[in-house]
Nanobody
């Protein structure tokens, strides 16, 4: 089992930045793929960014060039640096982990989920 706890959300104005963190504990050898998803009210959950244990990353088109995902394997912590935020980024952000993923931005690939942290961007 893997436990994930996300933090770092908050309220910012458009153009601002936030850094999210996700602390992992438990059987963290399962965390070869770690990702950030987000879900806005009335919308489907979408994959935002992923990072594999070898450092390979991928991003949704909507956040490319603005968001950066990283991980500290020694500290079992996942990060998401979010810059140039806009109101469309408002959502609950969740971290997820799994041992293997064919399509790492697809929700169904992930076994372990954190509870999420709220990000609100005002115009």
């Amino acid at each position: 089992q893997v436990q994930l706890v996300a933090s770092g959300g908050g309220s910012v104005q458009a153009g601002g930045s936030l850094r999210l963190s996700c602390a992992a504990s438990g059987d963290t050898y399962n965390n070869k793929f770690m990702s950030w998803f987000r879900q806005a009210p009335g919308k489907e959950r979408e994959g935002v960014a992923y990072i594999a244990s070898d450092g390979t990353t991928g991003y949704a088109d909507s956040v490319k060039g603005r968001f950066t995902i990283s991980r500290d394997n020694a500290a079992n912590t996942l990060y998401l640096q979010m810059n140039s935020l806009n109101p469309e980024d408002t959502a609950t952000y969740l971290c997820a982990a799994t041992l293997f993923a064919w399509l790492p931005l697809r929700e169904l690939e992930y076994q372990y989920w954190g509870l999420g942290t709220q990000v609100t961007v005002s115009s």
